[in-house]
């Protein structure tokens, strides 16, 4: 059965899409059987999966207004070694179709039942917002990674996210749990970085990943080339830092 995390932070630019992409490919590096679902009308996640999203002729639109299975909407990346259920500016339509729709915000949850024994990992990227699409993805969860940079203003963000996850568990999905904090575009240079850094160790303790994804240029490039870092260059200091965290992914599920 396939352990469904989404990859989660109402802000923008924080690394949520990379993460994905990384973690996908990292995972399908070592062995696991991986869907990455893009929950972003951005499309950002499909694209650097190496998916033309203007190609799509099925998304994962279709699937949350169940006119398309997984099965049937999901496509594979060949380079990349995992399935993408894409997403292209239709998906900006999902919101406002799903008005007045029973259960909408289970649409994702329900259409993932079919394929949970094809996969070891479902990663889900969400937009930038709690929309009803973020619901979705959160519904279908049973955890939730966040990617954040050590930055100021970093931990007040984050209790608006937490305070959601309690919500969302407390209302529609008990099993909801924060999975763990990604330090992204790290810095070890910036002084302020490792405080933040070190403040999150002590508030949030073993829900901080040791896993830390540096400041990387070759991450950055890699989307232009439609590929995750890991399979651009996978030399590359944030490449190694991605398959590593791949690796801690593996061992948390264990003991799960
Ligand atoms: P989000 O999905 O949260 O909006 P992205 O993953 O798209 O964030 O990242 C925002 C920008 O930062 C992108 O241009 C991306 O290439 C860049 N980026 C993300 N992680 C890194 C990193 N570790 N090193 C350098 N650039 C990064
Ligand atoms: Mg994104």
């Known amino acids: 059965m396939a352990?469904?995390?989404?990859?989660?932070n109402q802000k923008g630019g924080v690394g949520k899409t990379t993460t994905t992409v990384n973690l996908a490919a990292g995972l399908a590096k070592v062995g696991q059987?991986?869907?990455?679902?893009?929950?972003?009308p951005q499309g950002n996640a499909t694209t650097g999966s190496g998916v033309d999203k203007r190609k799509l002729e099925l998304s994962v639109y279709?699937?949350?207004?169940?006119?398309?299975?997984?099965?049937?909407?999901?496509?594979?990346s060949d380079k990349c070694g995992y399935d993408v259920l894409g997403a292209n500016r239709d998906l900006a339509g999902a919101e406002v179709e799903m008005v007045g729709v029973e259960r909408r915000e289970r649409r994702l949850k329900l259409a993932l039942e079919p394929v949970q024994d094809q996969y070891d990992f479902v990663l889900v990227d969400c937009p930038p917002s709690l929309s009803m699409l973020t619901l979705n993805g959160l519904c279908a969860a049973h955890g939730v990674v966040?990617?954040?940079?050590?930055?100021?203003?970093?931990?007040?963000?984050?209790?608006?996210?937490?305070?959601t996850i309690r919500q969302v568990r407390a209302n529609l999905n008990p099993d909801l749990a924060i999975?763990?904090?990604?330090?992204v575009m790290f810095d070890p240079r910036i002084t302020l970085q490792q405080n933040v850094s070190e403040q999150l160790k002590a508030h949030f303790g073993g829900k901080v990943f040791d896993a830390v994804i540096?400041?990387?240029?070759?991450?950055?490039?890699?989307?232009?080339?439609?590929?995750?870092?890991?399979v651009f260059d996978p030399a590359a200091k944030g490449a190694q830092a991605y398959v590593a965290f791949a690796r801690e992914m593996v061992e948390r599920i264990r003991t799960m």
Request: glycine share 6%.
């Open 3 to 8: 352990k469904v995390f989404c990859v989660a």
């Open 179 to 183: 999975i763990g904090l990604l330090r």
């Open 62 to 76: 279709d699937v949350l207004l169940e006119s398309a299975s997984v099965a049937e909407a999901r496509v594979r």
């Open 33 to 40: 059987r991986v869907l990455m679902v893009d929950l972003d």
């Open 214 to 230: 540096p400041r990387n240029v070759r991450l950055a490039e890699a989307p232009s080339y439609g590929l995750p870092g890991v």
């Open 146 to 163: 966040v990617p954040m940079q050590c930055e100021y203003f970093a931990l007040e963000g984050l209790s608006d996210l937490v305070n």
